[in-house]
């Protein structure tokens, strides 16, 4: 697919980096974005060079969310605009659902979608200067990418109602107070802080890191003793692979491992 909506970059050493790239728009979603993001998704689940995965956005926003233009019963009638965002959902959960790590630099503006495209990474990193906001509540609608449940297992009940009903913006120093991201980096330090967490995942097992995953997804709505049987129905499969073996012969052989994923 030639992409005119984000750029993809794969480095030799397995990171790679989806840049959303409508600055003029702060990174707003559109259909073309969201089958653009889809193809680079799948991209990195069938390329196993893809180690690592980066989403920031190009300008002064990491994105605002959902195309306003894409809002509003005349532009789709319901069962369309109920079509639309089950194709919509299906980039997040795709995203989700990747195994492979997902790092979001979020490196300004994260309003409404682009929080929840955030919540849909498995870290998130911010720059001291970004906002986040759930401003749906000011345009007569809610959060509906994954806010209502998503932000729930990050900043608990009370704090998801706050934030989406209130529609009020928080800084990154609060943002990460609240658990909602992972980090805050000083202003121009953020890429070089995300590659640097990249450059760490790389040290570990890619079979171990996607099944972990995997499993950690799968438990958030699962009851205990259904987690515990998921977990352990994992962990059978990781003792077999070459990767634990590696992992194990490094550890008793005081050296670094060689993962390959298998």
């Not at 532009?75 to 959960?93: N, W």
């Amino acid at each position: 697919m030639d992409y005119t909506e984000i750029e993809f970059d794969l480095r030799e050493d397995g990171i790679a980096t989806m840049t959303l790239n409508r600055p003029e728009r702060l990174n707003s979603f559109t259909r073309k974005m969201f089958d653009e993001w889809r193809d680079v998704i799948a991209h990195c689940a069938f390329n196993e060079k893809v180690r690592v995965l980066v989403i920031t956005g190009r300008g002064r926003a990491f994105s605002s969310g959902v195309d306003l233009s894409m809002l509003g019963s005349d532009r789709l009638k319901p069962p369309a605009f109920r079509f639309y965002y089950r194709q919509a959902h299906q980039a997040f959960d795709d995203l989700e659902a990747l195994e492979v790590p997902v790092i979001a630099a979020v490196n300004g503006l994260c309003y409404g979608g682009g929080v929840e495209l955030a919540l849909s990474c498995d870290i998130t990193v911010a720059d001291e200067n970004a906002t986040f906001c759930l401003i749906e509540n000011q345009l007569g609608a809610i959060p509906a990418s994954g806010a209502c449940n998503r932000m729930i297992h990050h900043v608990g009940l009370a704090k998801t109602k706050e934030l989406i009903i209130s529609a009020d913006p928080i800084n990154a120093a609060e943002a990460r107070r609240i658990g909602l991201i992972s980090e805050v980096c000083r202003e121009g330090e953020l890429m070089q802080r995300v590659y640097a967490r990249a450059e760490r995942l790389l040290k570990n097992s890619p079979f171990a890191m996607g099944m972990a995953k995997h499993v950690v997804n799968m438990c958030v709505n699962a009851d205990m003793h259904t987690g515990r049987d998921i977990e352990r129905l994992a962990q059978s499969g990781l003792v077999l692979s070459e990767d634990h073996r590696e992992g194990m012969a490094a550890f008793f052989e005081k050296r670094e491992p060689r993962f390959r994923g298998t």
